[in-house]
Nanobody, 123 residues
Framework: QLQLVHSGGGLVQSGGSLRLSCAAS????????IGWFRQAPGKEREGVSC????????YYKDSVKGRFTISRDGAKFTVYLQMNNRKPEDSAVYYC????????????????WGQGTQVAVSS
């Protein structure tokens, strides 16, 4: 079965750090651009960050620039989102996705979604 599996969510204090992982099962991520999205209660899902398939370019939503870092480990079929200096407004369900290309920080032409992982930031 082709799927993306999340790990690493949880509760962190404001200002703290957390790393989310997204592992591909049944396929390789090498030829896909990867994006991270989040959805807070009562809000629409929004793009947070995107990394091109070549790993040359990374993109970030303005509100997370300088705090979040997207990266991938091809050998482990895994993509990461390192989140530092977290703020209460970062609380949301976070999703990774694999797709065709990055439209700035939003992944487009999505082929696969992860199941999502809850992240909460206490003030």
């Amino acid at each position: 079965q082709l799927q993306l599996v999340h790990s690493g969510g949880g509760l962190v204090q404001s200002g703290g750090s957390l790393r989310l992982s997204c592992a591909a099962s049944g396929f390789t991520l090498d030829y896909y651009a990867i994006g991270w999205f989040r959805q807070a209660p009562g809000k629409e899902r929004e793009g947070v960050s995107c990394i091109s398939s070549s790993d040359i370019t990374t993109y970030y939503k303005d509100s997370v620039k300088g705090r979040f870092t997207i990266s991938r480990d091809g050998a482990k079929f895994t993509v990461y989102l390192q989140m530092n200096n977290r703020k209460p407004e970062d609380s949301a369900v976070y999703y990774c996705a694999a797709g065709g290309y990055c439209s700035d920080y939003v992944l487009s032409s999505i082929h696969f979604w992860g199941q999502g992982t809850q992240v909460a930031v206490s003030s």
